[in-house]
């Protein structure tokens, strides 16, 4: 049994790596403000490498003394009960001391242990993280001894279960272009990429190089999409500054916009079968769902749905249209006239809602994902009303800023704050089934995903390429890996903890396991 002393060490350590992910998600929540940050603003963000560095270093400390004095899970599990949590190294708690980081001195002449940063393994944990609404936690056993885990599945096994196009790997490019976040995104063709963000331009990218720009909005880009009319391709943009623009590609032309009277941070496109007509559903920041014709630049249907900001605009079938408000709101509308056929559903009743609100959306059947910047993915089914957690990472201090259905396949992001690692889940539908993790460059705020590549917007923009899946197989993370079933759960207090921190930062953008490396 471990000292008093040492139990002492191990708890400064604790508060120290509490307090440094503190000031880290603070700076990741000054990184996406919405306006200029202060000169004392930025001196934070200049020092956020500074304080990964340091709290890897902590947490590493943190594990040679755990080792040192053999403190297995049981023991510690003991000691939380009596003097609190203490975090391991795949530490999922995030409670934050009020004592501020700079009261704590750190002695960075010391060497830091060096990590193995990249393993390779033949088989994969078999990862089932599809999460039911969670019930009160079990008390603590009395014997020391844990359950065991799932038998591991061998990698053929596990990649059988990927459809194609997604049995493969990604190679991944950063495009340089935009001065600010990236906030839509959206891919067509074989190797085409549309972006639009906080410099209010929308660039259309060939692979790695950019060959249009289109510089007519006057504030940020919310929102892009392409189509094809007749055999052409159009990119549709909705930006802040009120207004929703058609370009042509081929002429690289404006072909038409509309103004409204509110800033555009959503918008949905759809082609109408029985017209041939591409319509617009737009969501406004003041509350409001308009429908448009671009092609006569008018004003179809116009209603104030919800007090506060639309996140999302989503639509399952042809006669429905679903309404998701940035504080977790949800109605169904009928396509046509925009108005409610059934009573708005609360969220917020079933889950509690991230600081930053509904960030992304996505459908598939009648299941709306969502991602409100917490740890996890969110699932509802507004036909049943079934609720359900999808983990996006094996710790709670993680933000998960994005999600895209593609087929059958549902990706989401997921972002370390403590480190700035950045990852992509894919999932299959409609089982949930986790099936592997992509690497990303840097936090993604919104993704579009094709057959044969795949666009992160967020603090970069990144073009990834698919590949043979046999091929990457040279490059296997495990250090992410996602829990087995037995050990998926999460506590909406650890949650709720996470986001202390971020709370005084009011944001306002857009939107382990196998990890492939691009």
Not at 34 to 56: F, I, N, T
Not at 436 to 465: F, Q
């Amino acid at each position: 049994m471990a000292s008093s002393n040492e139990l002492d060490q191990l708890t400064a350590l604790s508060r120290t790596i509490r307090r440094l992910r503190k000031k880290i998600r603070q700076i990741e929540n000054l990184e996406l403000m919405d306006r200029s940050l202060q000169a004392e603003e930025k001196h934070k963000v200049s020092r956020k490498r500074e304080y990964q560095e340091l709290l890897d270093k902590s947490i590493d400390e943190f594990a040679i003394i755990r080792k040192r004095m053999k403190i297995d899970d049981f023991v510690l599990q003991q000691f939380e009960e009596d003097h609190g949590e203490l975090p391991t190294p795949d530490d999922s708690s995030a409670s934050v001391s009020a004592t501020d980081l700079e009261s704590v001195s750190f002695d960075m002449t010391a060497d830091s242990p060096s990590k193995e940063n990249v393993s390779f393994a033949s088989d994969v944990p078999q990862s089932s993280i599809h999460m039911e609404e969670e019930s009160p936690k079990p008390q603590a056993q009395s014997q020391p001894q844990r359950q065991p885990k799932q038998q591991e599945a061998s990698f053929k096994k596990l990649t059988a279960k990927v459809e194609k196009p997604f049995a493969q790997g990604w190679e991944s490019t950063e495009l340089n272009g935009h001065s600010g976040l990236v906030l839509g995104v959206d891919v067509f063709g074989s190797n085409y990429v549309v972006s639009g963000g906080r410099d209010s331009t929308v660039r259309i990218w060939s692979g790695e190089k950019e060959f249009l720009r289109f510089g007519q909005h006057s504030n940020d880009v919310t929102a892009v999409k392409s189509i094809s009319i007749n055999g052409c391709w159009k990119v549709i943009s909705a930006s802040k500054d009120c207004s929703i623009k058609m370009f042509d590609l081929d002429s690289g032309n404006c072909e038409g916009s509309a103004y409204t009277y509110q800033p555009i941070c959503t918008m949905c496109v759809v082609e109408k079968q029985e017209t041939m007509k591409v319509m617009v559903y737009t969501g406004t920041e003041g509350g409001k769902v308009e429908l448009w014709d671009l092609a006569e630049r008018a004003n179809c249907v116009s209603q104030s749905i919800s007090d506060d900001r639309i996140a999302a605009l989503l639509m399952p079938d042809k006669d429905n249209l679903i309404c998701i408000s940035q504080s977790g709101s949800l109605w169904i509308l009928d396509a046509d006239r925009l108005q409610p056929k059934s009573v708005c559903t609360k969220l917020a009743d079933h889950t509690k809602i991230g600081v930053r609100g509904v960030v992304s959306a996505a459908v598939f059947g009648s299941t709306v994902y969502f991602a409100d910047g917490t740890s996890s993915l969110k699932a509802y089914d507004y036909k049943t009303g079934a609720f359900r957690r999808l983990r996006s990472h094996r710790n709670n201090l993680c933000s998960t800023d994005a999600v895209f259905v593609f087929e059958k396949t549902l990706f989401s992001s997921a972002f370390e704050n403590h480190s700035g690692n950045s990852f992509i889940q894919v999932r299959s539908l409609p089982t949930e089934t986790y099936l592997y993790t992509v690497r990303a460059c840097d936090r993604v705020l919104s993704l579009a995903v094709c057959s044969t590549h795949m666009a992160l917007g967020g603090l970069a923009l990144e073009y990834m390429r698919a590949r043979p899946y046999r091929t990457a197989l040279s490059c296997v993370d495990t250090r992410v890996a996602l829990p087995c079933a037995d050990d998926s759960s999460e506590s909406e207090s650890e949650t709720e903890e996470a986001e202390q921190a971020a709370a005084s930062v009011k944001t306002s953008e857009g939107q382990g396991g196998r990890c492939i490396i691009a």
